[in-house]
């Protein structure tokens, strides 16, 4: 069974100069994923006519889909749309449809329209126009020489809408496209190496048409396997039976059973109990509150947090007694203790997760390096853990360790009980 | 004057099933750009043999370095290694070097070595090794009919460490780089097209060696140009004219003329001013507070913040009134101006942000729909400002949205005194 292989081109200099980070590509790959097309290749180049002709041609030659992203907006560095035409041998006419929504998006929202503006509405003449719902540049869709290539504007939230809207149903017309299953096991507290140690009996006997793959997130390893088949059920079948005996294997460090965050796996388990959270953070500054809250419907289990960066704000929210701070530290186990017990006490929920840390790049001391983090969580029945961790990275990694280790201790708390 | 170009090779199906964001690209475009090398394509493949040997064949083709990262890890996914030899028509040999790193990495943290992690010594016989100091898989420096390449570990921190302490001073060595410089300006409150009409003059008067590129932000819009030359004073100097020109033509809206977040933006100006700020945040849920503790001396100036996602939350810990919940809603500027009250006493600063909005996916109603938030920015002088946004994209988008939008007002009503 041949695969139906996609290339993603992003076309772009802030993409080259790192500017920007390429969300589109990874959002992409999930939503072709999910209707049996392989994205074999990405590649991004800067807004250079000779490269952006160059890479089509080459893509084109190894795809049977290449999917462009980016260049298409008013300004003087957006030069797809020539570049299109001078590749398909056409030429800009306007399109009524495109003309339409920048003239309705202006009027909309009170804005004078610029010659600039107008010209979104121009198209090569031989492609199909995919509308735009969320902005000014439309989608193109162009069939050649067996292939399909597809121009969007490189903003996340237009892209996404084309692609949902139009070519995701397009693609899945055209082509006859096979079955693929991706299933995720996430596990905490054993190293890859071990891991795949463990696993050795296991892989070698996985058919060619199944791939296992190791993923470190953090201080989690999600494990991903792959199926792929021309039908539908019976991959499905085949990876179920194969994911089952995977987390039979894994049954003792297994998180969740399925590629959602360490924030969706703990509200899961709140939602299920009915019981709620609230967090008291100094070192992660309202980052595991905001990781619990970005889970739609967060709102049934999470009350608030307080966000004590200022030792004083430590004492005046939660009852952090001064001697201890002068005694201990703000980073230090005495610390954490009174700022759970005090969350608990302030935002009067079942449980709740306390954090103090050095996140660098200074504020360390011989005692205390920076890195040094103490973590409590602890449940209003009395029970309380806390850990100490020595990260050993930059200050964003450091933090955001620091918010996966947090809420997996709760996680692991909340389960003790049962 | 010729560039020194680079393609970068990501290997690693987790890229290209859309599991993982490839920030690894970005970070080495920018060091490199640095030193005045530049990447004009970034390349992801999967762990496949064939891909690999021809993506390298077809990059070397085009460009005078090729980097590699990914798929050097323990795990029988990662076949980065093998194929190197195949291409280099060489064979493994074991690194004293690396291994005596993989052991002493396993001692000092106690762990119990296998065999895969001593295989990870093992590195093709013609590479020069590049020792890492944070993991177990070496880098490899590889010479071959004038192109360099050089394969680096995925693991975001190993590469970085490889890349500045080896790979950025070899290249340096190796090649006779040009200089670059960036500079950027960012600006609020006016559209890419407007703003694109103001600079027609400008920018049909620049040199074929600068660039102006435009990059929308959020509610930002980033202007970044960038000059290219032999000589580093001389395109620093001609930058520099180019940029104060740009300056004086955008002053009305500048926000920052510097590439910097606006946590960073808002951080120097209480810096200056050794003034203090605090959050009162609902439907942000903390993402205010992490985006100002993200900035590495941020205690100087921020204090803490009450995450009031429960009403009851928002009545305890600021002093809203239910009488006010009750009748205006929770999302009202009623409820924002008591809220940003309530934290300017809670939290004792001299400034203080609030913001409280429906998110999505659900929780809209027809009078308030989702998307629709509140803001309200204050100083303890009196002064207040509330402004209401209808956004109109995903959850994470929107609430993205709102903490750059209040973060911009506050930065507003701190300059409005001067």
């Known amino acids: 069974m041949d695969k139906i292989t996609t290339s993603i081109i992003t076309i772009g200099d802030e ?3 790192g500017q920007t980070i390429d969300t589109n590509s990874a959002w992409i790959a999930q939503q072709l994923n999910a209707i049996g097309i392989w994205v074999h290749r990405r590649v991004a180049i800067g807004d250079v006519r000779e490269d952006i002709l160059d890479a089509m041609a080459r893509e084109a030659a190894v795809s049977d889909i290449v999917l462009i992203t980016g260049g298409l907006g008013p300004t003087a560095d957006d030069i797809t749309k020539p570049t299109l035409c001078e590749y398909f041998n056409t030429h800009l006419v306007q399109d009524k449809g495109a003309l339409e929504n920048v003239l309705h998006i202006f009027e909309s929202r009170g804005l004078p329209l610029l010659q600039r ?5 121009m198209v090569p003449a031989s492609c199909t126009v995919i509308q735009n719902r969320r902005g000014t540049a439309p989608g193109m869709w162009f069939e050649k020489e067996g292939r399909i290539y597809v121009s969007m504007p490189g903003v996340p939230h237009e892209m996404q809408g084309i692609m949902e809207h139009d070519i995701l149903p397009m693609l899945g017309d055209h082509f006859k496209t096979p079955a693929v299953v991706h299933q995720t096991l996430i596990t905490s507290g054993m190293g890859e190496s071990f891991i795949a140690e463990r696993l050795v009996a296991f892989e070698v006997k996985l058919p060619p048409h199944v791939k296992l793959a190791y993923l470190p997130s953090y201080s989690l390893l999600k494990l991903r396997l792959t199926a792929f ?47 709620s959270v609230g967090t008291a953070e100094s ?3 309202g980052l595991i509150a905001h990781w619990i809250t970005s889970v739609p419907g967060s709102s049934a289990y999470f009350k608030g947090s307080a966000v004590v960066y200022a030792n004083e704000m430590k004492v005046k929210l939660l009852g952090v007694k001064p001697a201890t701070l002068q005694a201990q530290g703000a980073v230090s186990e005495a610390v954490v203790r009174e700022m759970v017990t005090g969350a608990l006490t302030l935002l009067q929920t079942d449980y709740a997760i306390a954090v103090s840390g050095i996140m ?5 001391t011989p005692e205390k390096p920076v890195g040094t983090v103490w973590i409590a969580v602890a449940a209003a029945d009395g029970r ?3 850990v100490k961790h020595q990260l050993r990275y930059d200050r964003e990694r450091n933090t955001q360790m620091t918010a996966v280790y947090a809420l997996n201790e709760l996680r692991k708390l909340i389960l003790q009980k049962g």
Chains 1, 2 share one sequence.
């Open 360 to 364: 660098g790049p200074d504020g360390g």
């Open 229 to 275: 088949g021309l039908d539908k059920v019976s991959v499905a079948a085949e990876a179920s039976t194969l994911f089952h005996e995977l987390k039979a294997l894994l049954a003792d460090i297994t998180v969740a059973d399925q590629d959602i965050t360490i924030g969706e796996v703990l509200g899961q388990l709140l939602k299920d109990r009915g019981q």
């Open 384 to 386: 309380m853990v806390t």
């Open 15 to 17: 993409l080259l100069i």
């Open 283 to 285: 070192c992660t500054g």
């Open 117 to 121: 503006n107008l010209d979104q509405s």
